[in-house]
């Protein structure tokens, strides 16, 4: 009988174990997903998609006008694909915020193979601070594309540094 009971207990805590290992296993395959539809969406973004949807508002998205709009982005992932590009790319790090996303496909990977999370802990606050270094040493640079290569973040961090330690204590510092 005591055997039974052991055997019993064992069989749930196996049970409870897969259920767990499923959940990461499904965590990590959102996260790479939604990181490879971010990179996608990032590298198919266009500057002309802006002003096709700047008239919509967010919640348009099944109305007549929004469907003529959605046909002529040039985003692959349409009306939203092209909205979240331009937000990540004009409001937060640029093209570097690239690093940030792939981090989270790495993190991904950690949980579906099962393996230590500290290696994808430590890649993500690397790519953290080197996006935003990569993004304020754009947001120094007056080139044509430093726009979108620096973003909101990289060109209000530039303008601190800037006026607290001038423009070569900027650039020594980053």
């Keep these: 009988m005591a055997t039974t009971i052991k055997q019993r207990l064992k069989n749930l805590f196996v049970r409870a174990l897969d259920r767990s290992m499923i959940k990461r296993e499904l965590a990590g395959i959102a996260l790479m997903l939604g990181s490879l539809f971010m990179v996608s969406a990032i590298i198919s973004y266009h500057p002309d998609d802006e002003a096709l949807y700047s008239a919509l508002r967010w919640f348009d998205v099944f109305s007549n006008p929004a469907r003529d709009t959605a046909d002529a982005i040039h985003n692959h992932f349409g009306l939203f ?16 915020v690239l690093l940030l996303i792939s981090s989270f496909f790495f993190w991904g990977l950690s949980l579906v193979r099962a393996r ?10 690397y790519s953290v601070v080197m996006a ?32 607290t330690i001038g423009f070569s204590g900027a650039w020594v510092l980053l």
């Design 81 to 96: 694909g092209a909205r979240m590009a331009n937000f990540l790319i004009h409001f937060v790090l640029g093209y570097p």
């Design 132 to 163: 935003i270094d990569i993004a304020t040493m754009f947001g120094l640079t007056s080139l044509a594309f430093s726009d979108v290569m620096s973003g909101a973040i990289g060109r209000m961090l530039a303008a601190f540094l800037i006026t």
């Design 116 to 125: 230590s999370l500290k290696p994808a802990l430590f890649f993500f606050l």
